[in-house]
């Protein structure tokens, strides 16, 4: 399939990123397109995070290039980057909020760093992204230390959509959660994403979330993206991994209930 | 690249945006909102004419929803026309958001205020010093244990910490007493000079350092170095519910990681006062010898007929008293940290400030004791 660099969101080419001796990713190209929830999977300790973390630029790469929404992340001057960063929201796994800080103050933090806006308007913003993810205004009160796991993803995911950024990276948003709270979230990470148009990258291993949410999803192997597609592709996917990860005893049961 | 406007319409009673409506513009659309042109009261409707918006998201979502509600305020009816579909959804969404009346801070009188805080710090205290002794009991207990069945006792444990609070700490505090000596040494013949009662520097050395100083000294380092580490260990271990682990394996959290903690502290603190008391006179001989020309071998005749026995037990017997105090404080701060970062700082803080206070305050009562018996 033919896609035009201007409707891609994110682009990884030839990218090799490594530790000291060991190599974890090695030339992996992945594109992510402009409006579509990508899943990631893979297995654990394979670079799944790792790639997440070098794209939005946690951790340095050794080759490659990366560009993100047209900007290549290596030749953008420092005040593009900074504009790359209003671009890209980021759902850390254990949330990564600010422990010293209420809810609210958390998610006023990147606006108030970065924009010239009034208290009143930041309370309201603040207060409105917090109900959008489902949290109350009474919730803000609280600190971080306070909430529970799906709170904590919630609270998480407004200050990461605090910037209305185009492209938010969710590293596993749902582990941790029960499935309740795990659908839940799923609902809402639909819903936003449509409402706000936005582009989605996760890394997730759940299998429900793949079926769920996303639009296509990469399978991460060996430090290359071995498939990627919608679900169905994948399922049906030759590789022993992806086979053996979408045809475990645990894949075959949901399958079979009926989903 | 085009600008966000909100103007009057050629139509009465309407208003037409246009523009990127996006965060990037956030500034400048409040400002807009903030002055959106006032309209006729005699009129009901307001027509928002937002066919022009190119881009929309939260901020300038909300800033028309913002819009429209200062509208109703005016007991107008604002309505949007010519809404583009891709934006119905947000439009929608934000329609709903803010709704609830915000949480009323309640103004509270100064006086009761100060009062309340007056009143929360006493039960603070209380809680604090029964946190304490509850430990104190628990360490009792554990350590009445330990000498019924001696293999219960974590012997590897306690050698561990003995090594880090104690070998480890010889160096800097063999170095700081041996400064402290030094100065105390230094003054004391730069001041008694003037009535030719230098000579008398050597007990004023002597008795201090022996009876005060030194402790003093070396508990005020190990509360600092030990009891801090001491609390930051256990409170991590808190945070990770590693002493939860620990309870569910019906272990006791005191026997297993405090007890053997509070043994190295309390064997540590007199070994540790021992050299550096020794220190701080060695220090003090030196600066004798080389600032106040006083040969060695008579500033130890000196000492010999200025210090007793008795001075260095006075010294050394509160030692292990410090250690218990320091330790018993540093462990029951550990175990009240709670889930944030924030607590395991707040709490270490609380460990040292709270445990120097009472090793001086204890120090303190030693002197009363000490001088009723007339030690």
């Given amino acids: 399939m033919l896609v035009s660099a201007q409707s891609l969101a994110i682009s990884v080419e030839n990218l090799t990123v490594g530790f000291g001796e060991k190599t974890v990713l090695d030339r992996l190209s992945l594109d992510v397109r402009r409006g579509e929830v990508l899943g990631l999977v893979g297995m654990s300790g394979g670079g799944k995070s790792v790639l997440l973390r070098t794209i939005i630029g946690l951790i340095p790469k050794r080759e490659g290039r990366i560009t993100i929404m047209g900007t290549d992340t290596d030749y953008a001057e420092t005040a593009t980057m900074h504009n790359i960063g209003g671009h890209c929201g980021v759902l850390f796994q254990q949330g990564a909020l600010f422990s010293s800080l209420t809810v609210q103050q958390n998610v006023q933090f990147p606006m108030r760093e970065n924009l010239e806006i009034s208290d009143t308007l930041l309370d309201e913003l603040a207060t409105a992204k917090l109900e959008m993810v489902g949290l109350s205004p009474a919730d803000g009160k609280k600190f971080p230390a306070e909430l529970s796991g799906g709170m904590t993803k919630r609270a998480a995911l407004a200050r990461a959509l605090a910037l209305d950024p185009e492209i938010v990276f969710l590293d596993e948003p749902t582990s941790g959660l029960d499935p309740i709270s795990a659908s839940d979230f799923d609902t809402l990470i639909s819903t936003l994403q449509q409402t706000l148009g936005l582009t989605v990258f996760m890394v997730t291993h759940d299998l429900d979330s793949l079926h769920t949410v996303c639009d296509r999803v990469a399978a991460l192997a060996d430090g290359k993206i071995v498939e990627v597609g919608p679900i169905v592709q994948l399922i049906n996917s030759q590789h022993l991994w992806v086979r053996s990860y979408f045809h475990n005893n645990r894949a075959e049961s949901r399958s079979a209930t009926g989903n | ?375």
Avoid at chain 2, 126 to 140: E, K, P
Avoid at chain 2, 203 to 218: A, K, P, Q, S, T
Avoid at chain 2, 347 to 361: G, Y
Wanted: glycine letters at 10%.
């Fill in chain 2, 1 to 375: 690249m085009s600008y966000p406007a909100l103007t009057l319409g050629a139509a009465p009673a309407t208003l037409i945006v246009s523009g990127p409506w996006t965060t990037a513009q956030s500034a400048s659309l409040e400002r807009l909102v903030a002055t959106s042109p006032s309209i006729d009261a005699q009129r009901r409707n307001v027509v928002i004419d937002i066919s022009g918006v190119e881009h929309l998201d939260t901020m300038g979502a909300w800033l028309l929803e913002r819009l429209m509600r200062g509208y109703q305020l005016q007991e107008l009816k604002p309505t949007f026309v010519g809404v583009p579909e891709r934006f119905r959804g947000l439009l929608e969404k934000i329609h709903d958001v803010n709704r609830r009346s915000p949480i009323e801070h309640v103004e509270k009188n100064r006086l009761t205020a100060a009062l309340e805080t007056v009143g929360h710090a006493a039960v603070d205290l209380y809680i604090d010093f029964r946190f304490f002794l509850t430990m104190l009991g628990a360490i009792g207990v554990s350590l009445a244990a330990a000498v019924l069945r001696p293999r219960s006792l974590r012997a590897t444990s306690a050698i561990y910490h003995l090594y880090r609070v104690g070998w480890q700490a010889i160096p800097i505090v063999a170095l700081i007493t041996f400064l402290i000596g030094g100065i105390i040494a230094q003054q004391g013949i730069f001041h008694f000079r003037k009535f030719g009662a230098d000579a008398y520097v050597v007990d004023m050395v002597g008795i201090l350092v022996l009876r005060e100083i030194g402790v003093l000294i070396v508990s005020i380092m190990v509360a600092g170095r030990s009891g801090s580490a001491y609390t930051a260990e256990l409170g991590s271990m808190k945070m990770r519910e590693e002493i939860d682990a620990l309870r569910t394996m019906g272990l006791d959290p005191v026997e297993v990681l405090i007890l053997p903690r509070i043994i190295a502290l309390v064997f540590a603190l007199p070994i540790l006062t021992f050299i550096g008391s020794m220190a701080a006179l060695y220090g003090g001989g030196l600066v004798a010898w080389i600032y106040g020309g006083m040969g060695a071998e008579i500033f130890i005749a000196r000492l010999r007929e200025a210090v007793s026995l008795t001075h260095f037990e006075v010294g050394i017997i509160k030692a292990p008293f410090m250690a218990l105090v320091i330790g018993a404080v540093a462990c029951s701060e550990g175990l009240r940290v709670k889930g944030s970062a924030e607590s395991l700082g707040l709490q270490t803080t609380a460990s040292v400030v709270k445990s120097i206070f009472l090793v001086i305050v204890l120090d303190g009562l030693f002197a009363v004791f000490f001088a009723s018996i007339g030690m």
